[in-house]
C-alpha cells in the first residue's frame, strides 16, 4: 500500500472511516494483504504525504494510523474487467482479476484466510508441551503472550511492525516445533528436549525407525518432519502478518479488544478464575522459553559441575591386589535387562505374570543351589537412553546426558569393569548384540573382548530393533566363552535387548539344544506380532512389554539354572523404566536389582545391606541412586575406601 495518497480525493471532502465491506463492493482492487492502491501517475512515498498537499498531514497520519483500503474509481456494478489491474491506477486486482469478477467469492477467501491465520496462531500460542496436557480445555484459555504481542504491533510504525510481525511469525514458529519435539520426549523420555545437549538423540531415534520400521519407514518419517518445520515457519509466519495486517485495517476495534483481554487476563489471574482446573490466564510460552533459559544455562556449567565430580575416586589409589579380593576365582556377570523397570513388579496389570515369573525363577534356582537378594536402583533415566544408565552404574557418576557421557569415555575414569580388569585376576569381555557398528567406548569400559551382534554366530531375523534373541546371547557366551574348560575366572558385561521397545514381534523360548546358528527363529518372528498393530492400542503395547520381561527374565534365570556352578555370580538388572505408555503416569525411576550366587559366603558380605530374599525386591527394599552401587559394591567384596573420599552427587 501507498501510505500517503488516495485515488480521486479531493482537499475538501471530509476525512471518513473506510466501509468495512470497502473491499468487496464493486470494482474494488485492493488485497486482502494491501492497502489503497494509487493512480499510476501519482507520486508515492511509503511514509510521506506529497509536499504542498492541504490534506498531506491528516493522509499520513490516517495512512499511518489506519491503513485504510479505499477502493479505486471502477464500474459502481463491480463487472469491470479483469485486465483493469494492469492499467494504469489500477493497481494489483488478485489473482488474474478473478476478486473482481467474483466480488463475493474473494470476501469469503479473505475472511476464511484470516479465520485461519488467527486459529493457526491461537494453536501456537495455547498448545502444550506434553500430550497428556492436550485437550480442548488447553484451548480455552487468554494467552498473555497474545494479548502483548497485539499491543506491540498495533504501536510501532509500519516499517518496525512489517519487521516485527516477521520476527514474531517465525519465533512462533520455531516455539511450536519446539514444542512438538518436547511431546515426542515426554512420551519416550519424560522429559523436555534439551536444547543443548539432546542434539544426538535425533541419530538415535531415526536409527529405531530404521530397525522397527525399516529403511522406507525411516526415509519417510524424515521427509515428513522436514515438510512440517518447513511448513510451520511459513505458514506462522504469514498468519502473523495475516493478522497484523488485519488488526491495522481495523485499528478501533483491535485496540479495544486488546484492553478488554488485557483486562481480562489480570483479573482472571487476580482472582484465580479456572476452567476445569485449567487457567483461564494463561502465561506457558513465557514460562517455557524462561525453563529453556535456566536449562541451557545449566547446561552450559555441567561440563565443569561433572569434572568436579569426576575428580574423585574412592578407589583410584587402591592398589591391584586389593581389589575385589571377595570376588577371587568367582566368573561375575553384571547383566542389564532393557526397559526392565518398576512398573513391571509394581502395576497391577502386569504384576501377577511378572510374579508368577520371579517365583518360580528363585524356587528353581533355589533347588539348583544358588540364593538370591534383590533391591531397587534409581535411574538417570527413564523410556529411553539405555547406555547412559550402563554408564552409571559402572563408573559411580551421574550420568544423565550425553554430554557427561562423551566426557566420561574420553576419561581416565576407573569402571567397575575395569577394575575388574585392572586386578588381572579375571579376564573381561562384552556380549553386547545391541552394538551393530564399531563401539571404541568398550576399551574404556575395560573389556578384553567384545562380541557385538555380528560376532556370536547368530544367523537369524532381527525382531524389530533387537539383533538377537536373549537366549540366544546367552547361548553364546556359553559357547564363546563360560562353556571353555579351564577358562580362566571371568568378568562379562551381559546386554539383553529382547525386551527392547517397540517389543513385537517376540521371541519365545525353545530347547536349548534347538538354537543351533539361530535360523530357527524365522518362523517364530513369522509367528510375531506386527509392531505398528500393536502401537495402535496402547494396552496391546503394555501386554507385549510385559511378555517381553518374562521373555527375558525366563532366558536368563534358565541359563544360571543350566550353565550356573559353584562358581557363578549374576548380578542383573533394569536400566531404566520403560515409555510412559507403560508406565500410565508413573513418574518413578527405579529398576530392580538382584545379586544370585551359589557361594553362600558372596551373599554374607551384603548381609548388612538388607536387601530383599528372592528375585523380587519387596515394595519397602532399599532405594539406592545407581552411581552409589558402584563403590557399595567393591566396598563389600574388598578392602574400605578412605573415608575421606565420598561417591559423588549431580
Not at 494453536?123 to 480445555?137: E, G, I, T, W, Y
Not at 519417510?220 to 515457519?233: E, G, K, Q, R, S
Not at 545379586?595 to 558380605?605: S, T, Y
Request: with cysteine.
Amino acid at each position: 500500500m501507498s501510505h500517503s495518497t488516495r485515488s480521486r480525493q479531493l482537499p475538501e471532502e471530509p476525512e471518513t472511516e473506510p466501509h468495512p465491506d470497502a473491499d468487496t463492493a464493486a470494482g474494488t482492487t485492493a488485497d486482502a494483504d494491501t492497502d489503497t492502491v494509487a493512480e499510476a501517475d501519482t507520486p508515492t512515498d511509503t511514509d510521506t504525504d506529497t509536499p504542498g498537499s492541504a490534506k498531506a498531514a491528516d493522509a499520513e497520519a490516517d495512512a499511518a494510523d489506519t491503513e485504510a483500503e479505499v477502493p479505486a474509481e471502477a464500474d459502481p456494478d463491480g463487472g469491470g474487467d479483469a485486465s483493469e489491474g494492469a492499467g494504469a491506477g489500477g493497481g494489483r486486482r488478485g489473482w488474474w482479476g478473478w476478486r473482481v469478477k467474483y466480488p463475493r467469492a474473494a470476501r469469503v477467501v479473505t475472511v476464511g484466510t484470516s479465520a485461519l491465520a488467527g486459529a493457526l496462531v491461537l494453536f501456537a500460542l495455547l498448545v502444550p508441551n506434553q500430550l497428556d496436557r492436550l485437550s480442548f480445555d488447553a484451548f480455552l484459555r487468554i494467552p498473555a503472550e497474545g494479548v502483548l504481542l497485539a499491543a506491540l504491533l498495533l504501536a510501532l510504525p509500519p516499517k518496525p511492525r512489517r519487521i516485527t510481525a516477521v520476527v514474531v511469525g517465525v519465533l512462533l514458529g520455531l516455539l511450536t516445533i519446539l514444542k512438538f519435539v518436547d511431546m515426542g520426549f515426554y512420551s519416550v523420555l519424560a522429559r523436555p528436549f534439551d536444547l543443548v545437549l539432546d542434539w544426538i538423540l535425533f541419530d538415535d531415534a531415526a536409527e529405531w525407525v530404521k530397525e522397527s520400521f525399516g529403511r522406507t519407514g525411516e526415509v519417510v518419517a524424515v521427509i515428513a518432519v522436514i515438510v512440517l518445520v518447513i511448513a510451520l515457519l511459513v505458514l506462522m509466519t504469514l498468519a502473523v502478518v495475516r493478522l497484523t495486517d488485519v488488526m491495522v485495517r481495523h485499528r478501533p476495534v483491535a485496540t479495544r479488544t486488546t484492553l478488554v483481554l488485557g483486562t481480562v487476563w489480570i483479573t482472571c489471574v487476580t482472582v484465580g478464575v479456572q476452567f476445569t482446573d485449567v487457567p483461564v490466564a494463561s502465561q506457558i510460552n513465557a514460562e517455557l522459553v524462561q525453563n529453556r533459559v535456566h536449562q541451557v544455562q545449566a547446561g552450559l556449567r555441567d561440563g565443569k559441575v561433572f569434572a568436579k565430580e569426576a575428580a574423585v575416586d574412592a578407589f583410584a589409589d587402591t592398589p591391584p591386589d586389593q581389589l575385589l579380593t571377595g570376588l577371587r576365582g568367582k566368573d561375575v556377570l553384571f547383566t542389564f535387562i532393557e526397559s526392565y523397570g518398576r512398573t513391571a513388579i509394581d502395576d497391577p496389570a502386569m504384576s501377577e505374570q511378572i510374579d508368577s515369573v520371579l517365583s518360580e525363577g528363585t524356587s528353581s534356582l533355589k533347588a539348583a543351589g544358588f540364593s538370591s537378594r534383590s533391591a531397587w536402583l534409581r535411574s538417570p533415566v527413564t523410556g529411553a537412553g539405555s547406555w547412559l544408565a550402563h554408564s552409571t552404574f559402572l563408573s559411580g557418576l551421574w550420568i544423565k546426558n550425553q554430554q557427561r557421557y562423551r566426557s566420561l569415555t574420553t576419561s581416565d575414569r576407573n569402571t567397575l569393569t575395569s577394575y575388574f580388569q585392572k586386578t588381572g585376576a579375571w579376564r573381561t569381555v562384552g556380549i553386547v548384540p545391541g552394538v551393530r557398528r564399531a563401539w571404541p567406548e568398550g576399551k574404556f569400559f575395560g573389556l578384553d573382548h567384545i562380541y557385538d551382534s555380528e560376532h556370536l554366530g547368530y544367523n537369524g531375523p532381527y525382531f524389530s530393533w533387537t539383533p538377537v534373541p536373549d537366549q540366544f546371547s546367552l547361548e553364546a557366551f556359553e559357547r564363546l566363552e563360560h562353556g571353555k574348560k579351564d577358562h580362566k575366572p571371568m568378568m562379562a558385561e551381559i546386554i539383553l535387548a529382547s525386551s527392547h521397545n517397540p517389543w513385537a514381534p517376540i521371541a519365545h523360548m525353545i530347547d536349548w539344544n534347538d538354537l543351533g546358528d539361530g535360523s530357527v527363529f524365522n518362523q517364530i518372528k513369522k509367528e510375531g506380532k506386527d509392531p505398528k498393530q500393536v502401537w495402535k492400542n496402547p494396552e496391546s503395547v503394555r501386554t507385549e512389554y510385559r511378555r517381553a520381561i518374562e521373555y527375558s527374565l525366563h532366558s536368563l534365570t534358565e541359563y544360571v539354572e543350566k550353565y550356573g556352578d559353584e562358581n557363578t555370580v549374576l548380578v542383573f538388572l533394569g536400566d531404566h523404566q520403560p515409555v510412559p505408555t507403560v508406565t500410565a503416569g508413573s513418574t518413578s525411576r527405579d529398576v530392580p536389582i538382584t545379586i544370585v550366587a551359589h557361594d553362600q559366603k558372596v551373599l554374607d558380605r551384603i548381609s548388612d545391606w538388607g536387601w530383599t530374599d528372592g528375585l523380587k525386591p519387596a515394595k519397602d527394599a532399599p532405594e539406592w541412586r545407581m552411581d552409589t552401587f558402584r563403590d557399595r559394591f567393591m566396598t563389600a567384596y574388598g578392602p574400605h575406601p578412605d573415608s575421606s573420599a565420598t561417591a559423588s552427587t549431580p
